[in-house]
């Protein structure tokens, strides 16, 4: 069955770079038409989609976000990572990876890991 | 980047109720409208993809309509269950977008 799990710090500082790790199984980020996004969302809010990554190395990113993400992937170890740079506390929110299909749905998704932005 | 706006943001309704929640982009996304439920402190699931596809999983109560600009997610007879709130999000292009959210509860 496919899951995915997120990984990274629950606490950062402001202006300090956040690096999150998807961890994910049953299912290949080399087949076809597959990818994975990142979503987060803060405290009683809505959600908020990152970025994503997808089977040919494409990346695509937030309007508003884009200078402070980095997506990449490890096709060996099955593993995603974002980088998110400069920290602020309005960044605190829970973020998820979750695997979607180019064109399609986000159809499986990690538990979230929450992160708090605080000095 | 395409708007997505939903309405209501909550709504209260009895059980049995019929609900109707209404999802609207800022521009023409064809049917590549998807729609998720998010239980409190859980991460969301697939409830509708491709505007009027069901999800494995969920029951026939739940269905999904429209296309272009104008897509509805109805509830048909609402349930204890149902309580959630409810996302839609368009896969037409990147960026991708999620509607602000329903808050679904029981009167």
């Known amino acids: 069955q496919v899951t995915l799990r997120e990984s990274g710090p629950a606490l950062v500082k402001p202006t300090q770079t956040l690096t999150l790790t998807c961890s994910f199984s049953g299912f290949s980020l080399t087949t076809s038409r597959m990818c994975v996004s990142w979503i987060r969302q803060p405290p009683g809010k809505a959600l908020e989609w990152l970025a994503r990554i997808d089977w040919d190395d494409d990346k695509y990113y937030s309007t508003s976000l884009k200078t402070r993400l980095t997506i990449s992937k490890d096709t060996s170890e099955n593993q995603v990572v974002l980088i998110m740079t400069n920290m602020d506390p309005v960044d605190t929110a829970t973020y998820y990876c979750?695997?979607?299909?180019?064109?399609?749905?986000?159809?499986?998704w990690g538990q979230g890991t929450l992160v708090t932005v605080s000095s | 980047d395409i708007q997505m706006t939903q309405s209501p943001s909550s709504l209260s309704a009895s059980v049995g109720d019929r609900v109707t929640i209404t999802c609207r982009a800022s521009?023409?996304?064809?049917?590549?409208l998807n729609w998720y439920q998010q239980k409190p402190g859980k991460a969301p699931n697939l409830l509708i993809y491709a505007a009027s596809s069901l999800q494995s999983g969920f029951p026939s109560r739940f269905s999904g309509s429209g296309s272009g600009t104008d897509f509805t997610l109805t509830i048909s007879s609402l349930q204890p269950e149902d309580v959630a709130t409810y996302y839609c999000?368009?896969?037409?292009?990147?960026?991708?977008?999620f509607g602000g959210g329903t808050k679904v509860e029981i009167k």
């Open positions: 979750a695997r979607c299909q180019s064109s399609g749905p986000i159809d499986y």
């Open positions: 999000q368009q896969s037409y292009t990147t960026p991708l977008t």
């Open positions: 521009q023409s996304i064809s049917s590549y």
